[in-house]
C-alpha cells in the first residue's frame, strides 16, 4: 500500500496545490479536488489525470474523486462609445490582449450585436464555440484571451435582424457562458446607450466603464451621454481613451490632427474624469488589426499606447479591490 508521501508525489504534477494527499481505505483511494475556475473540459482532464495516477500505484483498486469549487467573482469592465466609428473594438480587443499579456486572466465579448467585428480583430473569424449543457464555450486565440461574438454564431456578412429583448438575451449566454479561470471580461458594447446596454446593466452590472471618443465635438457630445448612462446606473467610470489621436505622415513625419486635438483629455477634464490616454490614427493599427493581429500583441512601437492605457485600468482595478 502507497503511502503519503508516494500518494502525493503521484498527484502533484497534476493538481498542484487543488488537492490534498487521497486518504485509502481497503485499496480505495478518496481524493477532494478543487475546480474552482476550471472551465468543464479542464476539469474533467486534471480528474481523469489524477484517478489514472492513482489507480496505477500498487495496491490502489479503486478511486473516488470529490470535486468543489468556490464562487470566484468575475468582474466586468464595459468598453463604450457614443456613437459608431471611433474605434471602439479596436481598442477593446487591444485592451484585452494588453491585460492578458500584462498577467490578468482577461476574456473578451463581442456585445455588439449588430455588428460584430471582435472575431476579425481577434483572428477568430469561421470558429465556431462548442457548447456544453446551455452554456457555450468561449473560443481559445494565440493572443491568450478567449473570446465569444454573435460573429462566431452566424454566417459572415449576414444581418443580425433583432428587437431589443433578443439581443439582451443574447448578450445573456455570452456574459454566462464557461468562462472557466477567467477572472476579468472586458466587453465590447454597441455605440450609443441602447437596448444591449441597459440589458447589461439590469442583469450583469459591470464593476467599471470606459469610453472611447474621438477628439472631435461631435463626439464628445455623444460619448458624454454615455458617461450620464453609466452614471446614472451607478458604475464607476475608470476613465476615456482618446483615439485617432493625431496623424505622423509616413513619408515627411509631419503629425496632424484631422479630428482634433486634445478634445477627450479636455473633456474628462471638464467632467472630472481620468483620461487614460491617447491612441494615434496609424495605419500600421489598422493594417494589423484587418489581418486580425492585435497591435498588442506584438513589441512593436503600435502596442505602446494600448499597454500604456492597460496599465492605468491594471492600477483602476487594483484600487477597486483586486
Given at each position: 500500500?502507497?503511502?503519503?508521501?508516494?500518494?502525493r508525489?503521484?498527484?502533484?504534477?497534476?493538481?498542484?496545490?487543488?488537492a490534498?494527499?487521497?486518504r485509502?481505505?481497503?485499496?480505495?483511494?478518496?481524493?477532494?479536488?478543487d475546480?474552482?475556475?476550471?472551465?468543464?473540459?479542464?476539469r474533467?482532464?486534471?480528474?481523469?489525470?489524477?484517478?489514472?495516477?492513482?489507480?496505477a500505484?500498487?495496491?490502489?483498486?479503486d478511486?473516488r474523486?470529490?470535486?468543489?469549487?468556490?464562487r470566484?467573482?468575475?468582474?466586468?469592465?464595459?468598453?463604450?462609445?457614443?456613437k459608431?466609428?471611433?474605434?471602439?473594438?479596436?481598442?477593446?480587443?487591444?485592451?484585452?490582449v494588453?491585460?492578458?499579456?500584462?498577467?490578468h486572466?482577461?476574456?473578451?465579448?463581442?456585445?455588439?450585436?449588430?455588428?460584430?467585428?471582435v472575431?476579425?480583430?481577434m483572428?477568430?473569424?469561421g470558429?465556431?464555440?462548442?457548447?456544453?449543457?446551455?452554456?457555450?464555450?468561449?473560443?481559445?486565440?494565440r493572443?491568450?484571451v478567449?473570446?465569444?461574438?454573435?460573429?462566431?454564431?452566424?454566417?459572415?456578412?449576414?444581418?443580425?435582424?433583432w428587437?431589443?429583448?433578443?439581443?439582451?438575451?443574447a448578450?445573456?449566454?455570452l456574459?454566462?457562458?464557461?468562462?472557466?479561470?477567467?477572472?476579468?471580461?472586458?466587453?465590447?458594447?454597441?455605440?450609443?446607450t441602447g437596448?444591449?446596454?441597459?440589458?447589461?446593466?439590469s442583469?450583469?452590472?459591470?464593476?467599471?466603464?470606459?469610453?472611447?471618443?474621438?477628439p472631435?465635438?461631435?463626439?464628445?457630445?455623444?460619448?458624454?451621454?454615455?458617461?450620464?448612462?453609466?452614471?446614472?446606473?451607478?458604475v464607476p467610470?475608470?476613465g476615456?481613451?482618446?483615439?485617432?489621436a493625431?496623424?505622423?505622415?509616413p513619408?515627411?513625419g509631419?503629425?496632424?490632427?484631422?479630428?482634433?486635438?486634445?478634445?477627450?483629455?479636455?473633456?474628462?477634464?471638464?467632467?472630472?474624469?481620468?483620461f487614460?490616454?491617447?491612441?494615434?490614427?496609424?495605419?500600421?493599427?489598422?493594417?494589423?488589426?484587418?489581418?486580425g493581429?492585435?497591435?498588442?500583441?506584438?513589441?512593436?512601437f503600435?502596442?505602446?499606447?494600448?499597454?500604456?492605457i492597460?496599465?492605468?485600468v491594471?492600477?483602476?482595478?487594483?484600487?477597486?479591490?483586486?
Amino acid at each position: 500500500m502507497p503511502d503519503q508521501d508516494q500518494l502525493r508525489a503521484a498527484i502533484a504534477p497534476i493538481v498542484g496545490s487543488r488537492a490534498a494527499a487521497p486518504r485509502v481505505t481497503d485499496g480505495r483511494a478518496s481524493l477532494i479536488l478543487d475546480v474552482t475556475g476550471l472551465d468543464p473540459a479542464a476539469r474533467d482532464a486534471m480528474a481523469d489525470a489524477a484517478r489514472a495516477a492513482l489507480i496505477a500505484l500498487p495496491g490502489i483498486s479503486d478511486v473516488r474523486i470529490a470535486m468543489t469549487a468556490s464562487r470566484r467573482e468575475r468582474r466586468i469592465l464595459a468598453v463604450g462609445s457614443g456613437k459608431g466609428g471611433v474605434g471602439k473594438s479596436t481598442v477593446a480587443a487591444n485592451l484585452a490582449v494588453a491585460l492578458a499579456r500584462a498577467g490578468h486572466k482577461t476574456g473578451l465579448v463581442d456585445a455588439d450585436i449588430y455588428g460584430p467585428s471582435v472575431p476579425r480583430l481577434m483572428g477568430a473569424e469561421g470558429i465556431r464555440p462548442e457548447a456544453e449543457g446551455n452554456k457555450m464555450i468561449p473560443v481559445p486565440t494565440r493572443f491568450g484571451v478567449p473570446v465569444l461574438s454573435m460573429g462566431q454564431l452566424v454566417e459572415p456578412g449576414r444581418a443580425i435582424a433583432w428587437r431589443g429583448p433578443m439581443a439582451g438575451n443574447a448578450l445573456g449566454q455570452l456574459l454566462d457562458a464557461h468562462w472557466g479561470e477567467t477572472e476579468l471580461l472586458i466587453v465590447d458594447l454597441p455605440p450609443g446607450t441602447g437596448d444591449v446596454q441597459l440589458s447589461m446593466l439590469s442583469k450583469h452590472k459591470p464593476a467599471g466603464a470606459i469610453i472611447v471618443s474621438t477628439p472631435q465635438d461631435l463626439a464628445l457630445i455623444d460619448a458624454a451621454r454615455a458617461v450620464d448612462l453609466f452614471a446614472q446606473a451607478g458604475v464607476p467610470m475608470v476613465g476615456l481613451i482618446e483615439n485617432m489621436a493625431g496623424y505622423a505622415c509616413p513619408h515627411c513625419g509631419q503629425v496632424s490632427d484631422p479630428f482634433g486635438a486634445g478634445g477627450a483629455q479636455a473633456a474628462a477634464a471638464a467632467m472630472n474624469l481620468p483620461f487614460l490616454g491617447r491612441v494615434p490614427l496609424e495605419i500600421a493599427i489598422r493594417q494589423a488589426s484587418d489581418a486580425g493581429e492585435p497591435p498588442a500583441a506584438t513589441d512593436s512601437f503600435v502596442a505602446d499606447p494600448f499597454r500604456t492605457i492597460a496599465a492605468k485600468v491594471a492600477a483602476w482595478l487594483d484600487q477597486a479591490g483586486g
